[in-house]
T-cell receptor
């Protein structure tokens, strides 16, 4: 069964509104979660690394104020796209790392969220 | 820093024929290697991974991959594909550290022809 639950699976919103995407680890406590963005027919681009209890680490070129990440508990990280615009439309995927291993040996992915901004 | 190159953006294969999806990586340190599959509008599912030990790794759905350190390759193979194998396949690399990121290739779309 799925060990990472991501919701919603798809969302349509009006330009200027904010959208929150949740990522939950079901079978383990994930101290580290990752958020990716995927454009059609392209690879996953890492947006940020979310660490429980501390500020997220954003990749170069990713706007911190636009893509707010909160990792308030060991099983939940949220990505909020603030004041969304059509160019933010994309497929967003989260992943959670099982801390029982040293690195990325056990990394589980959510099913993704298709965001469409009208 | 690591990088991954998937040489083919698309690979068409007839059903029940063998397939090889190519992946080359670049790294100055030892790495873990992964193959993930993505079905339409879904997240990623791990097919197989190489961490250490035997260079031939067997994964789910009949896939296998061979780690070749001298050629810095990790090609994915299946002896006989099925229509259900139609998907996007991503090769990925990560170094060993706890704070290290996993880097994905651009993906290869596998088209199974009837």
């Amino acid at each position: 069964g799925a060990v990472v639950s991501q919701h919603p699976s798809w969302v349509i919103c009006k330009s200027g509104t904010s959208v929150k995407i949740e990522c939950r680890s079901l079978d383990f406590q994930a101290t580290t979660m990752f958020w990716y963005r995927q454009f059609p027919k392209q690879s996953l681009m890492l947006m940020a690394t979310s660490n429980e209890g501390s500020k997220a680490t954003y990749e170069q070129g990713v706007e911190k104020d636009k893509f707010l990440i909160n990792h308030a508990s060991l099983t939940l990280s949220t990505l909020t796209v603030t004041s969304a615009h059509p160019e933010d439309s994309s497929f967003y995927i989260c992943s959670a790392r099982d801390p029982g291993w040293g690195g990325n040996e056990k990394l589980f992915f959510g099913s993704g969220t298709q965001l469409s901004v009208l | 820093a690591q990088s991954v190159t998937q040489l083919d953006s698309q690979v068409p294969v007839f059903e029940e024929a063998p397939v090889e999806l190519r992946c080359n990586y670049s790294s100055s340190v030892s790495v873990y290697l992964f193959w993930y599959v993505q079905y339409p509008n879904q997240g990623l599912q791990l097919l197989l991974k190489y961490l250490s030990g035997s260079t031939l790794v067997k994964g789910i759905n009949g896939f296998e991959a061979e780690f070749n350190k001298s050629q810095t390759s990790f090609h994915l193979r299946k002896p006989s594909v099925h229509i259900s194998d139609t998907a996007e396949y991503f090769c990925a690399v990560s170094s060993y550290g706890r704070d290290d990121k996993i880097i994905f290739g651009k993906g290869t779309r596998l088209h199974i022809l009837p």
